[in-house]
């Protein structure tokens, strides 16, 4: 599991970095705009050392997007950073002129904002992902998402790197134009990468729409979509009605009037399920899968297995199938066996995920 991917946050860093910062600190602001834009996703390999040590065995749903990741401290992670940045340029610039680039020493507030503003890219655009994250953590263990842009989206790191070059361009080719040329490239390739976000609500809202229009005599609970790995233009719509889970494929901006593909399953109900939704583990998982839970139950050779499935994330689109279920295992007395996380990927070649993945994103 993995969020926005990190080659995009760090580009995002960067564009932030050249409106007005890189003009005026120099030539490491990109790279340390970079750095901190990057920073949050640290928790990856620090987590498993603050965060329920000795726990349930779902340390790794808590490991991301939790503490490292909260617009309350980022401003104290941005001090740290900053701070380490301002001392280091001290010590260089110490023995060799300024950055041709910039007035001279830049102060440090200027080396905070430019840190704080870049760090804060990073939880906001994980927030525009279906992953979810703790935006006002450690007051609030809520998860937040708004389901606009994809954990990889080709069309919006592209459209970064876009911008980055045009900059480079520019103080290359026009280096007497530099500062203005420059700001102005920078200005207008993060608005275009706004636009894309944008763009990318909008579509949502439609596929939601549609998704509704779809199932018009159906008593709905609730609707959501999901944009499908690399694009906004295809997205996964998941429907749950009072007896049932209802997944479907969409394209907003092509809407056709013949049925999208689908799959239905019933809900199921059975004390074995009730049972299972008490224990710590399920409870996790469906903090993590921010409620959109599929529960299905099954007996087989006397054990009872029941199956928790995360509706957000499917091998294919119109898949009623969770791509990392939880199962747990009973046995006939009631005892719990066995608490597994399970992948849809588990003894499938790479080629195949490739290219399942390539079909949910064009068809």
């Known amino acids: 599991m993995c969020a926005m991917d990190t080659i995009t946050h760090a580009l995002l860093g960067a564009a932030v970095a050249q ?18 834009a990057v920073s949050p996703d640290l928790d990856v ?36 950073i900053a701070g380490g940045w301002w001392m ?24 905070y904002v430019c840190t704080l503003l870049t760090l804060i890219t990073h939880p906001l655009l994980d927030w525009c992902t279906p992953y979810g994250t703790e935006l006002l953590a450690p007051l609030s263990g809520a998860r937040y998402a708004i389901d606009v842009i994809s954990i990889v989206d080709f069309l919006f790191t592209g459209i970064l790197i876009l911008g980055l070059v045009a900059c480079f361009a520019a103080r290359r080719l026009r280096p007497h134009m530099e500062p203005r040329s420059s700001l102005m490239l920078g200005r207008a390739g993060f608005v275009l990468a706004l636009a894309y976000l944008g763009a990318g609500y909008v579509l ?26 690399g694009t906004i233009f295809t ?62 139950y099954r007996e087989e050779g006397g054990l009872h297995f029941v199956e928790f499935g995360d509706m957000r994330y499917a091998p294919k689109l119109d898949s009623v199938e969770s791509l990392w279920p939880l199962r747990v295992t009973f046995d006939a007395a009631g005892g719990v066996l066995k608490i597994e996380h399970l992948s849809a ?7 195949t995920v490739v290219r399942e993945a390539w079909e949910n994103m064009v068809g």
């Not at 409106?19 to 990109?30: M, N, P, T, V």
């Not at 300024?98 to 102060?107: F, L, V």
């Not at 809202?205 to 709905?220: C, G, K, Y």
């Open 345 to 351: 990927f588990r003894g499938r070649s790479r080629l």
């Open 88 to 111: 280091i340029r001290r010590l260089v610039l110490r023995h060799r002129p300024p950055d041709d680039s910039a007035s001279g020493p830049a102060p440090f507030w200027l080396i």
């Open 235 to 296: 997205w996964r719509a998941v429907v749950e009605t009072d007896d049932a889970w209802t997944t479907m494929r969409l394209r907003p901006v092509a809407q056709s009037p013949s049925p999208p593909p689908r799959e239905t399953a019933r809900k199921q109900v059975s004390p074995w399920i009730d049972r299972a939704r008490e224990l710590p583990q399920v409870e996790d998982y469906e903090w993590f899968a921010m409620g959109r839970v599929r529960a299905a």
């Open 19 to 36: 409106l007005g910062f890189q003009q005026r600190i120099g030539r490491d602001a990109s790279w340390m705009a970079a750095a901190a």
């Open 45 to 80: 390999f620090v987590g498993p050392l603050i965060t329920r040590l000795g726990g349930n065995g779902n340390n790794h749903l808590f490991e991301h997007r939790g503490l490292s990741h909260s617009l309350l401290l980022a401003p104290i992670l941005a001090a740290a």
């Open 204 to 229: 949502h809202n439609e596929a939601v729409a549609e998704a509704r229009a779809r199932l018009p005599d159906s008593r709905i609970v609730r609707v959501d979509a999901y944009p499908a790995l």
